[in-house]
T-cell receptor, first 113, second 114 residues
Framework: ELKVEQNPLFLSMQEGKNYTIYCNYS?????LYWYRQDPGKSLESLFV?????AVKQEGRLMASLDTKARLSTLHITAAVHDLSATYFC?????????????FGSGTQLTVLP | DAGITQSPRHKVTETGTPVTLRCHQT?????MYWYRQDPGHGLRLIHY???????DKGEVSDGYSVSRSKTEDFLLTLESATSSQTSVYFC?????????????FGSGTRLTVV
């Protein structure tokens, strides 16, 4: 059974600081996704990571994937208030397995002025 | 926005009553999913569909049933609602099971069982 763990679950950080959210998963996978959710809203796709060593960047967010360590990171650079949201990672099982994504519990990020 | 809508957006129902949530898509995507979101649990898969009349159970399927009679509609039914089913329910779609862009989510249905 695929398990996905995110940490931290809650993160308060000051504007301008850097921080990293971690996503560990328990079985082989070749696809990992990061989503953002604003309060009361739906989930918005941020990044799709499809291979070992993949790195994607958008603005102040950068995501990476290490399939050997079964670890993805979401790095926040010089945080701003607009980044306050809950961030989820989601993992797809190895090819040939069932089709659905398994989600982490989410990291609730609050960026303080 | 991707063409996926959920209805109703909010519902309050009494324990023991049946409830049906609807997910409608205009993208002609083959795969559809129902997740529930609860604090501390992220999103957990209830049921999914890989085609018309083709469905399968997810991680938390007890107490739920689904139907898909048309490509565009995926219905989630709580046969006899319980308080533990109070949650936010999200529908998602994907074109293939190797979806390179992940899922597209609906806006969610907030269900309260009293």
């Amino acid at each position: 059974e695929l398990k996905v763990e995110q940490n931290p679950l809650f993160l308060s950080m000051q504007e301008g600081k850097n921080y990293t959210i971690y996503c560990n998963y328990s079985t082989t996978s070749d696809r990992l996704y990061w989503y953002r959710q604003d309060p009361g809203k739906s989930l918005e796709s941020l990044f799709v990571l499809l291979s070992n060593g993949a790195v994607k960047q958008e603005g102040r967010l950068m995501a990476s994937l290490d399939t050997k360590a079964r670890l993805s990171t979401l790095h926040i650079t010089a945080a701003v208030h607009d980044l306050s949201a809950t961030y989820f990672c989601a993992v797809a099982p190895a090819p040939g397995s069932a089709r659905q994504l398994t989600f982490g519990s989410g990291t609730q990020l609050t960026v303080l002025p | 926005d991707a063409g996926i809508t959920q209805s109703p957006r909010h519902k309050v129902t009494e324990t023991g009553t049946p409830v049906t949530l609807r997910c409608h898509q205009t993208e002609n995507h083959r795969y559809m999913y129902w997740y529930r979101q609860d604090p501390g649990h992220g999103l957990r898969l209830i049921h999914y569909s890989y085609g018309v009349k083709d469905t399968d159970k997810g991680e938390v399927s007890d107490g739920y049933s689904v139907s898909r009679s048309k490509t565009e509609d995926f219905l989630l039914t709580l046969e006899s609602a319980t308080s533990s089913q109070t949650s936010v329910y999200f529908c998602a779609i994907s074109q293939t099971d190797r979806q390179l862009s992940g899922y597209t989510f609906g806006s969610g249905t907030r269900l309260t069982v009293v």
